[in-house]
């Protein structure tokens, strides 16, 4: 038996489109508890341009940043929303979550395929906890290369600016768009790149990243499918 998350199939899905989702069914076609897919599949529309379905969900998570999140209970103080987990935290006045906010606008650029919902919804967990993640980690990698475009001309490669972090001042000067009503949370964001415990981790990983045998991704918001298949069409 394969090892996984319990996932009951919905009625409607055929042999051909399990096999299609890459999991695993038994010798007499009944699911054991297989792995369920980590990316979208986005069935092109003739006519019309595919667009990368993280591409759309990285925008609505910079559209919908919650700022300052305050998890329940006296032990938890404000803090910027690091995680998917604080977009889940943090509701508006009407009652709804941030995560919700993202998840309501998603859905107005696709359609889910009829009976797909339960693994469109496994998807979307697996994608936003990435993507914010990511989103953070670029931030600052972008600011550093704002910062020198705009106040010493100089273009600088991500490669080099990963190498060259701002002081505090600096970074306070090139706030992003998706914070710059969120002045105190840009604050708290540049306060933690500045600790000596967060530098010390960041030179960590440069270190793992400069002996890595292989050469780091470079997929952009593309899943592994469709960078796989970009590069087979453009090789030939």
Not at 28 to 46: G, M, N, Y
Not at 124 to 153: G, T, W
Request: proline share 5%.
């Amino acid at each position: 038996m394969a090892e996984g998350r319990k996932f009951e199939y919905p009625e409607t899905m055929t042999d051909d489109e399990i096999a299609r989702l890459g999991v695993l069914v038994s010798e007499v076609d009944r699911s054991v508890q297989p792995p369920l897919p980590r990316s979208w599949e986005e069935i092109a529309v003739p006519g019309k341009e595919c667009r990368h379905a993280n591409g759309i969900l990285g925008r609505l998570l910079k559209d919908h940043f919650p700022g300052m999140v305050k998890f329940p209970g006296d032990n938890h103080e404000e803090e910027p929303a690091f995680t998917w987990h604080h977009y889940k935290a943090k509701v508006d006045g009407n009652g709804r979550s941030f995560a919700q906010r993202v998840n309501d606008e998603f859905w107005q650029y696709y359609k889910c395929e009829d009976g797909y919902e339960e693994v469109a919804e496994y998807v979307m967990e697996k994608a936003c906890r990435k993507l914010v993640l990511d989103m953070h980690y670029e931030v600052r990698i972008q600011s550093v290369i704002n910062y020198h475009f705009e106040h010493n001309k100089v273009k600088l490669a991500k490669g080099a600016a990963r190498a060259k972090p701002l002081a505090r001042e600096e970074y306070m000067k090139v706030l992003p768009r998706w914070v710059i009503n969120e002045s105190v949370c840009w604050e708290k964001m540049v306060d933690k790149w500045c600790t000596n415990e967060w530098k010390a981790k960041h030179e960590e990983r440069q270190l793992r990243r400069a002996a890595m045998i292989r050469i780091p991704h470079h997929q952009g918001n593309q899943n592994l499918r469709s960078f796989r298949n970009a590069v087979s069409e453009r090789l030939g």
